[in-house]
């Protein structure tokens, strides 16, 4: 089993549609969750970051984690076709000191 | 925003040379990594740095070499280049907070004929 595990899709919804993406992982101890968007023959970006459990929101983004039960989730509201990328998501043990550990990716696209 | 270069962005080179892929970044970072990416696969993590004259093997078995003699430049040497070491490489670095997280370069596509 690997620690992250990430749905690739392909997922494709019409625009203004809410899309919810998701990772489970099986490591306890990580405490650092990363969602990165990533462009065709682009690098990733960094999107959303947040420690512990509990929701964060920025713009049409919401971050969510659920220790209890291994499981985050980015939520996109009002999706837009220039959302259209791969979403990887990422954690680690303990950011900074150790590699982060990335999700397969998930293949988003946004149908005008 | 991060500060971090690849060049060149695309190379095109046949079977046997060796190349040096570039990396630097202007923001002091002490970590930075290299990973590996097959069109529209997952990302693969070959060797990661943590400072100067550091370096290490990541998860991916790789024929490649790195080197950290300066903190903002991480290249990456691939000795005799064949098929297989077509792809997309990519350069990231971090901060040593524990807050920091990763930041990536545009990416390097190597084809290798």
């Known amino acids: 089993q690997k620690e992250v595990e990430q749905d690739p899709g392909p997922l494709s919804v019409p625009e203004g549609a809410i899309v919810s993406l998701n990772c489970t992982y099986s490591n306890s101890a990580f405490q650092y969750f990363m969602w990165y968007r990533q462009y065709s023959r682009k690098g990733p970006e960094l999107l959303m970051y947040t420690y512990s459990s509990g929701n964060k929101e920025d713009g049409r983004f919401t971050a969510q984690v659920d220790k209890s039960s291994k499981y985050i989730s980015l939520f996109i509201r009002d999706s837009q076709p220039s959302d259209s990328a791969t979403y990887l998501c990422?954690?680690?043990?303990?950011?900074?000191?150790?590699?982060?550990?990335f999700g397969k990716g998930t293949r988003l696209s946004v149908i005008a | 925003e991060a500060d971090i270069y690849q060049t060149p962005r695309y190379l095109v080179i046949g079977t046997g040379k060796k190349i040096t892929l570039e990396c630097s970044q202007t923001m002091g970072h002490d970590k930075m990594y290299w990973y590996q990416q097959d069109p529209g696969m997952e990302l693969h993590l070959i060797h990661y740095?943590?400072?100067?004259?550091?370096?290490e093997k990541g998860d991916l078995s790789s024929e490649s070499t790195v080197s950290r003699i300066r903190t903002e430049h991480f290249p990456l040497t691939l000795e005799s280049a064949r098929p297989s070491h077509t792809s997309q490489y990519l350069c990231a670095s971090q901060g040593s907070f524990s807050t920091d997280t990763q930041y990536f370069g545009p990416g390097t596509r190597l084809t290798v004929l």
């Open positions: 990422a954690m680690s043990v303990n950011s900074g000191n150790t590699p982060l550990v």
């Open positions: 740095s943590y400072g100067v004259n550091s370096t």
